[in-house]
Structures are given as structure tokens and as C-alpha cells.
């Protein structure tokens, strides 16, 4: 048993020490959350991002990628080639919060922080009213108000926003 907790901080410890090598792009403001080790696994604090969203009157564009992920990569380039155009949009209504994971952190170690409380990935969904509550799947995107309820359904994972119109259209809530 002794040797299994030390296999798991290992591993923790090997999976945050990794590089975040891409992240999204700097246009964008994005307010950066690095996973915090917990015994559970891998949280990441919303708090300070729902606050902020209160205090500004915006909502918050939640993106979860994985700096391992070649998926994360494509998504983060295309916002790169197209800030010009997308980054304004995002400024106008939403506080970017980049939350920063690996593919290595599965759904049931991935917990999020809403409200002072931690729960599991599917079960923080789940009370987020996210009717998308299963499997992890990176990248993903949520819109949320700020008490972190969801603004639409979004989709997620590969071939998600690949044209400006089809993420201006979901920045400006249209499905």
C-alpha cells in the first residue's frame, strides 16, 4: 500500500512538473489556473475567476486543454492566427480562464472548485446543470454566468470552432 501512495505522488508530481508548453494565447487575457495537487487528484479553483466575473459584470469562457494534448494545440493555433479578429469578441463579454491540465489527469482525478467546494469533474457538471456530464474530454470549453451556470450546451474535443464564424457564433450564444 506504502509503495502505491508513493507510485501516485510520483506520478502527480511528474504530471504537474510537466512543461505547459502551448497554452492560449497571450491576446486573449487570459487568467491562468494551475491544477493544485489534492489527495483526490488534480483542482482547479474557479473561484477567483467567478469572483472577478461578479465584480465585472462578465461572464467567464472556462477552456480546459491538456499541454500534452494535439487536439489542445490545433484550438490554440487557431486562436493565435485569428486574435485580431476573435480576441475583441471574447473582451467584450467573457473573462478568459485558461485551466491548465494533461492528458494524463482523467476525469474521475479532475476536480473543480465552484463555491468554496470540490467535486469530481462529472459531478461538478452535473450541478453546473451541464447536460455534457461524461467522459473527459480535452479540449473543453464551458460558458458560464457568474455563478457558474452554464450559458449554452457546448460541444467539445476535436473539430470544435474551427472557423471565426463558428466561434464568434458561439461567443455571441448563437446555436
Known sequence: MKSLACAWIAAVLLAFA???AAVLPAAYAPMVVEPRAV???AEFDLDPALQRARREGKSLYVYLGAHDCPFCRRYEAFLARHADELAPQFAKRYIVVDL???LSIKSARLLLRIGGRSQVY???LREMGDERAR???YPSVWLLDAQARPLMQMPAGNGT???VEEQLEILNLQQ
Open 122 to 124: 462529472a459531478d461538478a
Open 39 to 41: 489527495p483526490e487528484g
Open 135 to 137: 467522459q473527459l474530454v
Open 18 to 20: 510537466l512543461p505547459a
Open 100 to 102: 491548465r491540465s494533461a
Open 161 to 163: 470552432f474551427e472557423t
